[in-house]
């Protein structure tokens, strides 16, 4: 009974981030992201939330990952500042910039000889995901549905991995016309992998991130 009496004692107060473990938080959040998005960029799958876009107009027009999502992520820094903050909307400007500079040089420092399609869609799925999960533990988002995910959660307790999961299907939807029909249903997994890695480790009362 002790022991299920201190298990259930109210949380002690979340200890602030200092300012060096945001800043390696985002560089390492940001590679990681920026390593699942190439292994699914030589996949040609498909994630959700801005990055999947990105990866859409890739694959329907040739433009650059890192150019593309850069430009996309635009609109949605007034909803940062807005809602967020200026310090949560400059964090989420670094990270689009880093994830958008690495994606660029991880393409030249990796080479896959051989990607299996199922297992890039897992090991990317989950990369990506655990990136999020970084920054979103640091207050830090990518941008676009990230942003709004993050307010939700903290204002209506609305979980940020079913509410992108929800969004990002959407997006799959669209991909129906541009990927084919055995890469479509690879990037739902991944999708499902990607947002089950936030639902999962990122919610109310579990981790309080504060910076």
């Not at 990230?146 to 991995?161: C, P, S, T, V």
């Not at 890469?183 to 999708?191: D, E, F, H, I």
Request: positive net charge.
């Amino acid at each position: 009974m002790k022991a299920e009496r201190t298990i259930n004692a109210p949380d002690v107060p979340a200890e602030r981030h200092r300012l060096y473990e945001d800043a390696l938080a985002i560089l390492t959040g940001t590679l990681i992201m920026s390593l699942g998005v190439i292994i699914y960029s030589k996949a040609m799958l498909l994630t959700g939330s801005t990055s999947g876009l990105a990866l859409l107009l890739q694959y329907a027009t040739g433009a650059q990952f890192w150019l593309v999502f850069s430009l996309i992520n635009l609109p949605f820094y007034v909803l940062a500042i807005k809602r967020l903050g200026w310090m949560f909307a400059l964090r989420t400007f670094l990270a689009v910039t880093l994830v958008a500079l690495f994606s660029k040089l991880t393409a030249g420092w990796v080479e896959f000889a051989r990607l299996d399609p199922i297992y890039a869609t897992i090991v990317g799925g989950g990369l990506m995901g655990t990136g999020l999960l970084i920054l979103f533990r640091h207050r830090t988002g990518l941008g676009g549905i990230n942003i709004l995910a993050i307010y939700l959660q903290e204002k209506f307790g609305i979980r940020a991995g079913y509410f992108q999961l929800a969004v990002d299907l959407a997006i799959l939807a669209v991909a129906f016309f541009v990927l084919p029909p055995a890469n479509l249903v690879l990037s739902v997994v991944g999708a499902a992998v990607v947002n089950m890695t936030l639902a999962i480790n990122h919610r109310p009362g579990r981790y309080a991130g504060v910076t």
